[in-house]
């Protein structure tokens, strides 16, 4: 049967991925084929579900995850019944019917409908606090719950469980991830992939809980707290499931549809009624369910194939590979990673340095893969597991391949992958189609492969990849800008302070939406755009604590045990008896299990547990030390005139004077000072960032030392007669690197990039720029604030 335009009739339920991708590739075979209606329980258009997570961090929202907006659908004649569901199907006259009784008939229907989150048999389970995280209207019901509460439980400890873990803890809540099994993600990674996964996890400040059942949720009608099979009581002011997804399939069921797990579907995504197909999460096929979206989209090429007459394609279950997108976790996995079928195995780790990779081989062919700390050779070991290519006469190199024998070229790693190698898991896109879209469409940057392909629009992963099949294809034409903040983007440190300048840019999410950043960032690009706005705009900006390392976020430093040190700020290396006894009662009270003088003349307490850190600051009372931080640190000094005969100088005043003005700032890496009272130089000045040295009539001013790895002596900025004179010039030094230097760079870099001259015009020789560059600092200056203070209050 066919409608007044001679066109069949196609109803698709589920206006999700699964479904808009059917349609999609549909329309590209056969646009003229079908009059396309589509029924969708959600009221918002087709969105990127694997981004939900970026969504509940409040990194993105809802418009920057769209994939089809209504207007998408309007161009193309589809009709959309969005927040519309369908209550009933009579298959034998082809109408369906909606919730509002309106029937809709089809020559061509297929199910779409997804799956549903498994909800435990658990007491309480009904209570108010209760969520899943599944669809953006749970990010919404976790984002309001986070204005109210403090402390979360995430019941799971798989992919989309850590994910919603990670969101949670960036809203700032207390996170305890119960899982019930021995390790996390127990279908995608080992015993020890999952130990390193456990401790970054732990280490960011999320409680892992394994082998641990819930058996009650507590509360008077909303939670309160969960309790544990072993008694353990947990308080919480909300509770996450996610335990897994089962298919949708109670429609399909009741309209008399063959169902098993999910809706049972032949190699062509054909149910048992011929007018009836069914793809992604709901289906059932060959006795598989699926759950990840690479062959999703692969069922709805095989699908749109068929109903759009070529009926040539086949849907074969293929491997898939899986990463978590944490920006601060890199791990990889694919295939099966168990030994429990006689499968040998090839592994390297280095617990140091958090990098681990182990094989899993039978039949010497790669089975399975995992790869923890750094990810780059995971497509290139992937396509060796699809291909099922046999390794046994590179056993000895293939963990490590293209490294063990020098790593080549961008362009000759891709040039190995075949066409059907997947590029972009989260879009199903291949090497060919990117090639074919590069060569047909005259394609020259990421930006334009990503329009035309949807590859790297989801999690960003693939970008590199992407990025190596354009430089293979183009030669010399690609231009990748070698100077980016990262692979993130094609911008520059300095396109980005100029965008900032000019358009009053505030915060992280403001610089991405404007300059159309191509991924949601990562480790490397988000705090550094964090610090790039606070240092361009520092009475206006908006901190963005996601985009903060773990350490700035705690304002402590973790420590290999998970515990957190405690180190107060100790002007100029000068204490007094009576901070000293808080210190120490302190160390009693909390049963500190390290108290130790550190090299920046302070008092550290390790060993401190992350619940007592507030109670430690307020029993303290001292500012914090910012001994965490990408800021001032000390300012070390001996006691000069004020006490040793030898002193020309009273270094400890100034050095005290000095840390008192620069303390809580914000700086491009930490900064280290020190103060000496004579060229004897107690204070070891002259290996500082900034290093005064007293000497007969005034002040030597030295700049861009360093002490750590890469050792190197301070250069001589200026002698001065007066303190005041050293704190002018100390003040304009700062500030020109905290608007010049990268992020990341420590003086010494900065000044070996830039010329010691150019610092010298700048902060010494020109007068007006100098009382510019100050006038700067202090606006900055204005808007710094001890950071335990306002935890305590907040923890009061």
């Known amino acids: ?143 309001e719950a986070s204005r109210e509460s403090n402390n979360a439980v995430v019941i799971g400890g798989g992919l989309l469980g850590l994910e919603a873990a990670n969101g949670m803890k960036s809203l700032g809540m207390d996170v305890t991830v119960v899982h019930l099994m021995d390790r996390l993600m127990e279908r995608q990674i080992d015993k ?46 909300i509770v996450v499931l996610s335990i897994g997804i089962r298919p949708n399939i109670e429609l399909a069921r009741s309209s008399g549809l063959y169902c098993e797990r999910g ?98 081989i039978q039949d010497n062919k790669i089975a399975g893969l995992i790869l923890y700390g750094d990810t780059a050779d995971g497509p290139r070991l992937f396509q060796h597991l699809v291909e099922a290519k046999d390794i046994s006469g590179k056993r000895h190199q293939i963990l490590f391949g293209e490294w063990a024998a020098g790593r080549p070229s961008l362009a000759a790693g891709i040039d190995a992958m075949p066409d059907s190698a997947i590029i972009c898991g989260c879009n199903g896109v291949t090497k060919g189609a990117i ?91 988000r705090p550094a755009l964090n610090y790039y706005c ?29 515990t957190f040190s405690v180190v107060p700020r100790m002007y100029g290396g000068a204490t007094t008896p009576e901070e000293l006894k808080r210190i120490a009662d302190a160390a009693i009270k909390y049963n500190v299990p390290l108290v130790k003088i550190t090299g920046g003349q302070r008092i550290a307490l390790f060993g401190i547990k992350r619940e007592d850190l507030p109670k430690v600051w307020k029993d303290i009372d001292m500012p914090s030390g910012y001994a965490y931080g990408k800021a001032l640190r000390t300012v070390k000094t001996c006691v000069g005139s004020s006490f040793c005969r030898y002193g020309t100088q009273d270094s400890l005043n100034l050095g005290i004077d000095m840390e008192k003005r620069f303390e809580g700032i914000w700086t491009p890496a930490k900064v280290k000072m020190g103060v000496s009272g004579c060229p004897r130089n107690c204070a070891e000045a002259d290996i500082k960032d900034l290093g005064v040295t007293g000497i007969s009539g005034g002040w030597e001013i030295n700049v861009g030392g360093c002490g750590g790895i890469d050792l190197v002596g301070a250069e001589h900025l200026a002698t001065v007669k007066s303190p005041d004179e050293v704190m002018e010039i100390a003040s ?53 604030t001890d950071p335990w203070k306002e935890k305590i209050e907040a923890y009061a």
């Open 1 to 143: 049967m066919r409608n007044t335009k001679g066109k069949e009739r196609l109803v698709v339920i589920g206006s999700g991925m699964a479904g808009n991708a059917c349609v999609e590739e549909i329309l590209k075979l056969d646009p003229h084929r079908y009059e396309i209606s589509i029924f969708g329980k959600e009221r918002h258009p087709n969105y990127n579900r694997v981004l939900l997570s970026y969504v509940l961090t409040g990194e993105m929202a809802l418009k920057d995850i769209i994939l089809n907006d209504f207007n998408w659908y309007k161009e193309r004649g589809i009709t959309l019944y969005s927040g519309c569901k369908v209550a009933m199907i009579n298959r034998g006259s082809r109408v369906l019917v909606n919730e509002d009784g309106k029937a809709i008939p089809y020559d061509k229907l297929i199910f779409a409908t997804g799956s549903m989150p498994i909800i435990p048999p658990v007491t309480g389970i009904d209570k108010h606090g209760v969520v899943t995280f599944r669809d953006i209207d749970d990010c919404d019901k976790i984002r």
């Open 192 to 237: 020890t992939a999952s130990m390193l996964l456990k401790d970054a996890f732990e280490g960011h400040g999320i409680k892992i809980l394994l082998e641990k059942e819930t058996v009650e949720i507590a509360g008077n009608g909303r939670v309160e707290g969960i309790r544990l099979k072993d008694g353990e009581i947990i308080d919480t002011d």
């Open 263 to 360: 809706l049972v579907v032949s190699d062509t995504m054909q149910t048992y009624d011929p007018s009836v197909y069914a793809v992604g999460e709901c289906v059932q096929h060959r006795g598989k369910t699926f759950g990840l979206v690479s062959p999703i989209f692969e069922q709805a090429k095989v699908l749109a194939n068929h109903l759009a007459g070529d009926s040539r394609l086949l849907f074969k279950d293929q491997p898939v590979s899986t990463k978590l997108k944490i920006p601060w976790v890199d791990l990889y996995s694919a295939g099966s990673v168990s030994s429990d079928n006689g499968a040998e195995s090839i592994e390297y780790i280095d617990r140091g340095a958090r990098l681990y990779r182990r094989l899993f």
């Open 435 to 525: 090639v074919e879209a590069i060569e047909k469409k005259g394609l020259f940057t990421r930006a334009d492969v990503k329009r035309e392909t949807k590859a790297s629009s989801s999690c960003g992963g693939c970008a590199s990849l992407v990025d190596q099949i354009l430089e293979s294809i183009l030669g010399s034409s690609f231009q990748k800008m070698p100077q980016s903040i990262c692979e993130c983007t094609r911008y520059t440190r300095d396109d980005v302070i100029k965008n900032i300048r000019e358009k009053g840019l505030k915060s992280v999410s403001e610089v991405m939406a404007t300059l159309g950043w191509e991924t949601v960032g990562c480790e490397k690009c």
């Open 534 to 562: 606070s240092m361009m705009q520092p009475t206006e900006y908006h901190d963005d604590p996601t985009s903060r390392v773990v350490n700035e976020r705690e304002h402590a430093n973790i420590q290999k045990d998970n």
């Open 732 to 784: 304009a030094f700062l500030e020109y690197y905290r608007e010049d230097a990268h992020y990341g760079e420590r003086t010494s870099k900065w000044i070996n990039r830039i010329g010691l001259e150019t610092v010298k015009k700048a902060v010494v020789e020109d007068l007006e720029n100098r009382r510019k560059l100050c006038a700067r600092l202090d606006d900055a200056l204005s808007m710094t």
